[in-house]
């Protein structure tokens, strides 16, 4: 288990290599240069030349490449050039942010998806499955900005229940988790329900009908179980979604993230910053898949094979 | 014509009739707007700015006057256009990716997949408004950008649909009689191939409606005053409580072409009985 | 390495603080929550020397040696005389007696000494570009010895870059000042700043140096003061709504009616300090021709915008600058208004003849320009009856909206924009320098706008001026020969609003200053 653990790393190290180059170029593919968002009106081409100097934008691209993968390495993702702090300060200000919406919201679709998923499967093809799985999709269908708003509407202009905006208190994090949460809940409810489906035509399934266990035990206690393999494995290759999915929603409940992190910098043409927050997610997304294939190989012998 | 035969059995079920007639209206709105639309979409009349539903603009006027049903008409060919176009572009990019992937296999392989299955990871939001940054904002641009965000999917799909035929006999035989990769992959894998990742597609139009109506909300996509239901919503937010039509209706039109595509796109699969074959990326 | 101990330490206290100020914090009586302008979201710092964004907490954590009233007058806060030599060369100031700063330093004679000459090499340079240097006449009195006369230097003095630092902090933080703490003389000190979200601030129980513009010359009435960043105005309003803010510092236009509409709130406006104006590419056909610039400046209806889109708050723009500057009093012959006879007249007389599609045609040619915009609503909506305008004159018009950042970038190249909507904020006549000056082609001289004799009347304006009123007259001159070449159309002037709930706070009766800063915060009570 642990070779293939080491084998598994190793082979994130060329891919490691070629994304954080693809993240390197895009940004200096992207027009617009920071130093202009910097000058105050009035300054002189002089200042201008100072200032790339003083952020090694003046170098070799090839160099600050280098440069900038090297320190990366070391644990320093450089200075925002617009934004005047340490990169590593501004993503540790706002990664707790999407974490928490994040992981928030994937248990909200979890646990709403997995119930209205098995509820679907159980009384397949009926009434209820049709309503459930219709009823869920409505989530999925609309824009989140749209869904945030409505939410807004609802439950904190008319009802006064929840603030407008901010991240200041822990009730301003249920209109967003909802916003982002009702979105993921489709997907989860459908692996659920066609996985449980599945399950429930095998063998053993079989053999315990037979055997006159009440069919609710086996739905819950064995179906139910065997079926979650598939959701786990979507949900941890998607980890990237939930540090940075969100941006329409924290953008619109005014909510600091990651997401909008890397949105306001692509914006501002602070370089800096969005090649940190890229690496990192990138780094988060690689490490999800790493775990979502540790977990297969310890639930399935036969993939640990395959690797070796 | 075998090749309509699912459509007939899928559109026999009560959710499927539905969903296509829905989505036949919405087609019918996009593609003949002119007729449909009771005004011109961008002919603006100041003084009579955010009207209520009424007689004369059911679904009553925005901020420049314009009526907006007409718009949500016309906003219907946008929205169809945009996302279409970008999932074949994107469907076609990702059958010839992975189907060179998964036949090819080796040093290829490895890097598509590893590519691809990190582009699959992150947001298609994300990658899309990077694209944009790029490439300048625009209708062309977004639909390069949405097209490039979904070909992940497709090429996992595609590749993986490859590998489970590649090793079947036939192909095996086929090569056997000395024909080339090409004539193999294009003429025996991908034909079979095809079905899944077509339905896939479909789904994935629903999704990118969606992403364009958000891009429209960030002021991207559409330009004024060509409409976008993304960007009717995002300029009806200012008006939220003296005209909320302005942002109702749009997120209506979208929920309702969505939820179609995706109740429609069920029922095709029901009817092929290919959902293994989905899942197997 | 000692400054990095220190400002770690710091960063680690005001975490603490910023935790302590988070959930559930006590409900202070004497508490209010404002919201920043949009355009202050992201000020990175609170470092007046070399900061070029500054948001508007910085005017309640610093005090200025002057500040200006709404109708542009200059009055004392940290100065409370001043006169200038006949020759401009020399300019004394009498400093404010018993004035400290937050960490208990002495401000006088020494921290202007200390103060002028840490601009030199900053961005900030060019305000305090034309003093040589700083003279003590007594603990309370400085002399500026100038290079050449500056005119423009009180105007300077009273900027939000003015705001002054206590000497000691300043020197003993380095880069980190203004990042992880701020310390000036206001009427609040800084106690949380998270970048991007809020800034917590508490009343300076030692204030007592008010501006006669303030009636309450003690310490603020609100003693814990929050003000956050929200840039969607969408959520900005439904938190004023709600409650969960009590002022907005800043309100989009478009906004107002539904404010209007709201009983527990009230609103309230300023004079504007920008214009909303279209460049014109002089370099690119077929705006070459003078008379279809004409015709594209005299196209657009004024009236029609104030009206329709800003529900007639704010005025039509005729000129260049903001009709409270001197230099905006143009001879009446030249401002630039709505006349779509006269700008049909043009086009015809052009050659370009109206087509069937209502676009007009030359030479096989449409008369189709490209018009560019930013992302924002007032922007967009703005460009939208613009692009009706222009066709009813028979000029076709294809909008593209850029993010503000490629924007100017594409500027730059030069020879692809052709019209363009933008907007300025900038209370002083040398902005028509800085958007027509032959020097800056591209961007910010969007117009690609280089003529000889301009940059002759540009010269005088900018540095032949002795006097505050030959200034004046010297920008006047520049300003009328720019508007007689038609390379820009002029089409509104905004004014500032605030919203507030007057259930939560009471402002004073009269709002004084530029803009809602110190000088009227420190009246406000909380009900």
Redesign the interface.
Known sequence: MISFFIKRLLLLI??FL??SMVIFM?VH?????PI????????TPE?KAALAAKYGLDKPLYQQYAIWLGKALSGDLGD?I????PVVD?IA?NLPHSLALGALALAFSTVVGIGAGALAAIYKDSLID?TTM?LI??GS??????LG??L??LF??QL?WF????????DALVLPVLTVGLGGVALVARVTR?AMMETARKDFVMMLHAKGVPPWQIELRHVLRHALL?VVTILS?????IL??A??VE????R?GL??????S????DYPVVQGSLLM??IA??L??LLGDVVQAAMDPRVRERIK | MAALDPIRKAIRSPRGAGSAAVLVLVVACAVFAPLLAPYAYDIQNLPGANTEPGWAHWMGTDEFGRDLFSRIVYGARTSLTVAISAISISVAAGLTLGAMAGYFGGPFDRAVTAVVDLTWSFPEILIALILIAIIGPGLESTMVAISIAYLAQFTRLTRAQIMALKNETYVEATANLGAGHFHIIFRHLLPNALTPVIVAGMLATGDAIILEATLGFFGLGAQPPTPSWGAMMSSGTAQIFIAPWIIIFPGLAIALTVIAINLFGDALIEALDIRNRLRSS | MRFTTKSLILSGSLLASAMAFGPGAAVWAQEATFVMPSDDVGAPSYDPIRGTKLNAATSLIYDRMVIQDADQSFHGQLATEWESSDDGLEWTFKLRPGVTFHDGEPFNAATIVWWVPQFAGTENAFMTDAIESVEVVDGLTVKFVMKNPDPNLLSNMSSIFMGIPSPKAYDAMGADYGVTNAVGSGPFTLQSFTIGQETVLASNEAYAWASDLSENQGPPHIKTLTLREISEASTAFLELRTGGVDMLLSVPTDFLPQLEAEDSIAVGTLPGTGIFYIPINTTVAPFTDIKVREAAALAVNQKEILDNLFGGIGAEANNFLISSLLAADVDPKLNISYNPDRSNKLLDDAGWAMGSDGVREKDGTKLQVALWTQNGTEFKRVTEVVQAQLKAVGIGADITVFDSATINDQYRKGNEHQLAVRSYSWANADIIDWFFAGSRLGYPNVSMWNDPKAEELNKVAMTGSRTWEERVANFKAYHEYVLGQFVFAPIYQPVQSYAYSKDNITLPKTVRGTRVQSQTIVDITVN
């Open positions: 060329p891919v070629a994304v895009i593919l992207v027009p617009g240069d202009d968002n910097l000058v105050q009106i009035n300054s200042q925002a617009i934004l005047r702090r501004l200000l049709r219709t999709l409505l269908t609309v824009p989140g900005f749209w708003l409505l807004i509407m904190a202009v006064g603030p407008v905006s901010g991240a200041r208190s822990w066609v598939p290759l998607r980890i990237g979604w940075g999915g941006v329409t953008f619109v409940f005014a600091p997401g909008s992190l890397l949105i306001t692509l914006n501002q043409r997610l990138a997304v690689m999800g898949t």
